[in-house]
């Protein structure tokens, strides 16, 4: 069985992964190995810092993730600072933010960009996006992050009130696993 590990220290995150990958025989092993997470304009710059800065210090298959939340009536904030807000506001603090908004002002987008490096190769990117909308109480109690607070569009709940299967059918994860997963076969090696 092949191993990729997962650079993160979020276990919801390698638990969402694990899920997607056991349907093709491969083992994510979480390694908390940090890195420096650099404030960018885009996800996407965030993750190439992340596969620079680790590519010489890991010589196995690795995967990094980063993710956030971006609301529109916000200008999308707090985007790619979503791990700072959470850490500092939490959701709650989302949810006083948005306190005067009516429900057809809370629209969001989650979005995820996962990056795939073997040793000798170049990185490949992959990302993924779920439009919802940001709920009015916190709802739910599976998950982590802003799951309790996120509403997927074709849904009534909450991230957090589903379980992981459900989940990844919908999130912004689930698509930038689900075209990593496709990937495989294409241009990465087994």
Not at 61 to 75: C, K, Q, S
Not at 85 to 98: I, K, S
């Amino acid at each position: 069985m092949k191993k990729i590990y997962f650079i993160t220290s979020n276990k919801g995150k390698v638990l969402e992964a694990q899920n997607k990958f056991s349907t093709i025989n491969i083992d994510i092993v979480q390694k908390n190995f940090g890195y420096p997470e650099i404030q960018a304009e885009k996800l996407e710059d965030v993750a190439v810092f992340g596969v620079k800065y680790l590519q010489d210090r890991i010589n196995e298959p690795f995967i990094l993730e980063d993710a956030g939340l971006f609301i529109d009536v916000l200008n999308g904030f707090p985007g790619v600072y979503s791990s700072y807000v959470y850490h500092t506001l939490g959701c709650e603090g989302v949810l006083l933010l948005m306190k005067d908004f009516n429900e057809s002002k809370r629209d969001a987008t989650f979005r995820s960009v996962f990056a795939y490096k073997e040793p000798k190769s170049k990185p490949l990117f992959f990302v993924g996006e779920c439009d919802g909308k940001i709920s009015t109480e916190l709802l739910g109690d599976n998950g982590f992050g802003y799951d309790p607070i996120f509403i997927p569009h074709g849904s009534n709940r909450t991230f957090a009130q589903m379980k992981t299967d459900e989940k990844n059918s919908f999130s912004h994860r689930g698509k930038s696993l689900d075209k990593l997963i496709n990937n495989f076969g294409k241009n990465i090696t087994i």
